[in-house]
């Protein structure tokens, strides 16, 4: 399976955009680039995912780079909610067993500051 | 509030008890997860469920055994564990792809079980 390589740790200050970035040099062109995020004694939350092309929901935007190697999760503007860990993960859409496997990675863990 | 229900919240055993985790899902999903997170690490996947048939076991040792009565349940059936598997035990459910595969669907979690074994 494609890994993917994010920061352990990113700090922002509330009511500020964050970049969430993540790096994915192996990504193949079925894998699809989902973002789940957890917060503290939650299960992990979904929050986006794309293919190729720029996405955006009511909770973020995820803005892939042309070559699929590197995507990047926006938070327009953090709140002291948003504290929490990000993984991002790539899901193939081959029709198998692997379309179900969701690898969990280290994750962001961000901080907010108020 | 989740649409993925668990039960219970929390769960202390020893290691010969008999004890079940409870999933539950009405969103119409055909495939369910179950996930082991220990502390501080990411969750790991330990079974899938598509179409109530098992069709993922990630090498999970036998004391854990899956159960699938339905489409819309999920239970993880626990016998002589060991404190090493002391976690959170999270469920998850997604849709499926008519034509197979998940990789487009996203899943939906619970807040988990959370186990202790004396």
């Known amino acids: 399976d494609a890994k993917t390589t994010q920061p352990n740790s990113m700090e922002s200050n509330e009511e500020e955009p964050v970049h969430l970035p993540c790096n994915h040099s192996t990504i193949s062109g079925t894998d699809y680039i989902h973002w789940y995020r957890q917060l503290p004694s939650q299960g992990p939350e979904y929050v986006i995912h794309g293919l190729t092309s720029n996405v955006n929901n009511r909770m973020a935007s995820l803005a892939i780079a042309e070559d699929r190697k590197s995507s990047t999760l926006i938070l327009h503007r953090a709140t002291l909610r948003d504290a929490a860990v990000y993984y991002c993960?790539?899901?193939?859409?081959?029709?198998?067993?692997?379309?179900?496997?969701?690898?969990f990675g280290g994750g962001t863990r961000l901080m907010v500051k108020p | 509030d989740t649409e993925v229900t668990q039960t219970p919240k929390h769960l202390v055993m020893g290691m010969t008890n008999k004890k079940s985790l409870k999933c539950e899902q009405h969103?119409?999903?055909?495939?369910m997860y179950w996930y082991k997170q220990k502390a501080k690490k990411p969750p790991e996947l330990m079974f899938v469920y598509s179409y109530e048939k098992l069709s993922i076991n990630e090498s999970v040792p036998s004391r854990f055994s899956p159960e699938c009565p339905n489409s819309s349940l999920l239970n993880l059936h626990l016998h002589a564990l060991q404190p090493e598997d002391s976690a959170l035990y999270l469920c998850a459910s997604s849709q499926v792809m008519v034509f197979g595969g998940a990789g487009n669907q996203p899943q939906h979690f619970g807040d988990g079980t959370r186990l202790s074994i004396l």
């Open positions: 993960i790539l899901r193939s859409s081959y029709r198998n067993n692997a379309g179900n496997m969701l690898t």
């Open positions: 969103m119409g999903h055909r495939a």
